[in-house]
Structures are given as C-alpha cells and as structure tokens.
C-alpha cells in the first residue's frame, strides 16, 4: 500500500505532545510517614484510610 498523504514534522509533533512520561505523585502516609501513591495500600506499614489491609513483613538486614 503506498502512503497516500504524508503528516509534515509539526503535524506529528503536535500529535506526539501529549507522550510525555509525567511524575509520579506521591503523599505521606498518615500512619507511618512513609511516601506513598495516593488512593493505594501503603507498602510500608500496611494501613488504607485508617484500617490494617495486609500484613507487612518486618525488614531483615
């Protein structure tokens, strides 16, 4: 199949504008203080607005 019509440069940089990777946002854990992804189980200590989710394993060094 042979290519029709070709986008020129800025026609495809506009379309690729919204590529871009963004930053990850992170919030302090209200229990422990760790920084965590909002709206998810802190990986720290456990804990989901206010409630014990899963039982974390304490760290061996």
Known sequence: MVVRMRHTRAHTANRR????????????????GAMKTPHR???????YRGKKIIKVKAKTK
Do not use: R
């Open 17 to 32: 504008s919204h590529h871009a990777l963004k930053a990850v946002n992170l919030v302090t854990c209200k229990d422990c």
């Open 41 to 47: 189980v802190c990986d720290a200590c456990g804990m």
